[in-house]
């Protein structure tokens, strides 16, 4: 099954195929914030390298987040309106369970770390290799980097861009060395993700698919939070 | 020619189907006025998430309503110019999608000249040139149009637009959001001549317009009210301030009329639906022999109908846009 997949959750993209377990093309360019302007053109340009169109893609991928709200939702546009369209099936990937699979051979216990914007505030989540792919185990977390002491025990690798800085940090506060992968969300990644769960005949609802935010705009924050101060 | 019509460039997602410039197959707008009345007007980042969650089933139900299939689509058209980044970009991100999946021309349209469009929709045979005022929440424009796709800018609002000092002074006095259609109604019930509001620049030499001294004045009236302890006639300040918008929009229009020599007025966007404004232009215009057009109320406020119009017309000038289409939140309206 010829997968595609795509993640626009970072300050690069990525794109990438994947034919069961062989990469057929795998890239990963600089987007910065601006997303929409070379996603679709380099998902033709990457399928093109590849010898391949976009009607011999069987499944997509998609990178659903979390990370740049405004990447993910050109990206899950883009990659619900592409299965749409060609009538294709549809997989979401978490970004952080890209990441984690990147490191899946380094650790029994790998945290996928991904920037959230302001300061040391991170999006996080703890996986373990499963079956040649990653498991989550856990919820997700929102917060300060700091605060994933609480979530690691033992002798988990840190993955992520930065994951060096966040290992150090993590480090000191629990007074051990905490090994570290750089490492970007890929696109090959994603595809060999939702490859697995689209051979296993699972998909997502394609007109459905959301991103995983995982923080409510401010907007909506603010308002909540006035109701239950005031009700 | 079917052109896909896709329209998220503020509060609304639209998809439509639109034959040869001018037959609507299907329109679907899902408004987002749950969210508009719950947060007292639209929250970008919040309308953004809306788009994204509807986009793909708002665009099934125009082909479905169309009883086509995207495979039946020839061209997609997309606001890509003037609105909110994050809401403009869902819809251009599935518009370039559709484009390069069925290899069809993607059309990146502005969205005034979609307004403009609007009233082509509903009067296929409408005299060039003339003078159109596009009026809505997010601007205010007098154009003269000489030819398809052809405008020169005249005025334009130096602060508010006319629609969204409707919803300021509707939220100032309580009313619900939009403000449009909420202080229309109320008005009915009022005195559009119980208080004497400014008609702000109605006689300045320029086309230009400006309702911010207009909104202040309102909420001083209002406030002195207040501060007497007299009761509040809200429809006579509704029905008073909804008066003065009404003569600067109709007086400053008649004058570009003349000025240009035309006879004939093109008025749209989502004020052009207040039923105060079509009457004043409907006498004005009959006392000065001159012919006035507006869209069917369904086509005032955003759609993406009027987008596939525009971008039909822009497809028989040649312009079409590649798959690098990027969005322009302040660009300004060429041609």
């Known amino acids: 099954m010829i997968v595609l997949g795509l993640d626009t959750s970072h300050y690069t993209n990525a794109v990438g195929v994947v034919e069961g377990d062989k990469i057929l093309a795998d890239f990963t360019y600089e987007a910065k914030s601006d997303s929409l302007e070379q996603i679709v053109a380099n998902i033709e340009s990457?399928?093109?390298?590849?010898?391949?169109?976009?009607?011999d893609v069987e499944g997509i991928g998609v990178g659903l987040g979390p990370g740049s709200w405004t990447g993910i939702r050109v990206g899950v546009t883009v990659g619900k309106m592409l299965a749409f369209s060609e009538g294709k099936?549809?997989?979401?990937?978490?970004?952080?369970?890209a990441l984690a699979y990147a490191a899946r051979n380094e650790s029994p216990l790998i945290c996928a770390v991904i920037g959230a914007g302001t300061g040391d505030a991170v999006y996080a989540a703890l996986y373990r290799p499963e079956n040649g792919a990653v498991g989550r185990i856990g919820e997700y977390y929102?917060?300060?980097?700091?605060?994933?002491?609480?979530?690691l025990s033992g002798p988990a690798v840190?993955?992520?861009?930065g994951a060096r800085k966040y290992a150090d940090i993590v480090g000191r506060e629990m007074g051990m060395n905490i090994k570290a992968v750089e490492a970007l969300p890929g696109g090959a990644s994603v595809a060999s993700l939702a490859s697995r769960r689209l051979t296993r005949g699972e998909r997502d609802d394609v007109l459905a698919l959301t991103p995983l935010y995982l923080k409510e705009s401010t907007a909506k924050a603010f308002v909540n939070k006035y109701r239950s101060s005031h009700t | 020619m079917l052109?896909?019509?896709?329209?998220?460039?503020?509060d609304e997602t639209s998809a439509a189907l639109v034959a040869d410039g001018r037959t609507i197959l299907s329109s679907i707008i899902a408004t987002q006025l749950d969210l508009l009345k719950k947060y007292g007007g639209v929250v970008p980042e919040i309308a953004a998430r809306r788009h994204t969650e509807l986009i793909g089933y708002v665009i099934k139900e125009a082909l479905d309503t169309a009883g086509k299939t995207l495979d039946d689509i020839e061209a997609v058209a997309v606001t890509s110019r003037q609105g909110l980044i994050g809401c403009l970009l869902v819809g251009v991100a599935a518009a370039k999608s559709i484009s390069y999946s069925k290899q069809v021309p993607l059309i990146g349209v502005h969205h005034i000249e979609g307004h403009i469009f609007a009233n082509r929709l509903s009067h296929p045979d409408l005299p060039l040139p003339h003078v159109c005022l596009t009026v809505s929440g997010g601007h205010t424009m007098l154009l003269y149009v000489e030819a398809d796709c052809q405008y020169e800018l005249l005025g334009t609002t130096l602060d508010d637009a006319a629609g969204e000092a409707f919803d300021k002074i509707a939220k100032f006095l309580g009313l619900d959001f939009p403000g449009g259609p909420v202080i229309d109604k109320l008005s009915k019930q009022g005195d559009r001549k119980a208080f004497n509001f400014p008609r702000p620049m109605i006689r300045s030499r320029t086309l230009d317009f400006s309702f911010s001294g207009l909104k202040t004045s309102v909420i001083n009236a209002f406030k002195d009210k207040v501060r007497r302890g007299e009761p509040l006639p809200l429809a006579d300040i509704a029905a008073s301030f909804q008066e003065a918008v009404v003569d600067v929009l109709v007086g400053k229009t008649m004058r570009a009329a003349e000025?240009?020599?035309?006879?004939?007025?093109?008025?749209?966007?989502?004020v052009s639906a207040n039923s105060r404004l079509r009457r004043v232009f409907e006498e004005t215009c009959k006392r000065n022999k001159i012919d006035v057009f507006f869209p069917d109320l369904s086509l005032c406020t955003d759609n993406a109908a009027m987008i596939a119009a525009a971008g039909y017309a822009r497809m028989m000038m040649g312009e079409v846009s590649d798959l690098s289409l990027n969005v322009f939140p302040n660009a300004p309206l060429e041609g």
Not at chain 1, 89 to 97: D, H, N, Q, S
Not at chain 1, 142 to 151: I, N, P, Q, R, S
């Open chain 1, 89 to 97: 099936p549809v997989a979401g990937v978490t970004t952080l369970e």
């Open chain 2, 3 to 10: 052109i896909l019509g896709i329209e998220t460039s503020c």
């Open chain 1, 142 to 151: 929102v917060g300060d980097v700091k605060g994933l002491t609480a979530l």
């Open chain 2, 259 to 270: 000025e240009r020599g035309v006879t004939t007025v093109s008025v749209t966007g989502g």
């Open chain 1, 158 to 161: 840190l993955v992520g861009n």
């Open chain 1, 46 to 55: 990457t399928l093109q390298n590849a010898g391949l169109t976009l009607k």
